[in-house]
Nanobody, 124 residues
Framework: QVHLVESGGGSVQAGGSLRLSCAAS????????WGWFRRAPGTEREGVAA???????NYVDSVKGRFTISQDGAKNTLYLQMNNLKAEDSATYYC??????????????????WGQGTQVTVSS
């Protein structure tokens, strides 16, 4: 059974940084697509970043130049480095994966497995 666990969330001031991690277990797929999504209260879930096993990445425009998605295949862990955080980045962040190459990488409907989320709060 695939199990994803996020960590690294917290409260920071605007301009600060956080690094989110997503540890995967029970995941036998070597060519999966991985993504980070977020949902703020009263809004729909938004695709933030995605990465394929070959390293190709996609970002939503609002985080380009500030966020970096990466993965450590040996550790089966996904990361999201978030720099220059803004108040509008406050949300619950989720990692997700699909056991196939990325298709519509920032569309949550394209993903099969999800973590429980980690809260990020940015104060201005």
């Amino acid at each position: 059974q695939v199990h994803l666990v996020e960590s690294g969330g917290g409260s920071v001031q605007a301009g600060g940084s956080l690094r989110l991690s997503c540890a995967a277990s029970g995941y036998p797929y070597s060519n999966g697509c991985w993504g980070w999504f977020r949902r703020a209260p009263g809004t729909e879930r938004e695709g933030v970043a995605a990465i394929e096993r070959n390293g190709i990445t996609n970002y939503v425009d609002s985080v380009k130049g500030r966020f970096t998605i990466s993965q450590d295949g040996a550790k089966n862990t996904l990361y999201l480095q978030m720099n220059n955080l803004k108040a509008e980045d406050s949300a619950t962040y989720y990692c997700a994966t699909r056991p196939a190459p990325c298709v519509r990488p920032l569309d949550s409907n394209a993903y099969y497995y999800w973590g429980q989320g980690t809260q990020v709060t940015v104060s201005s």
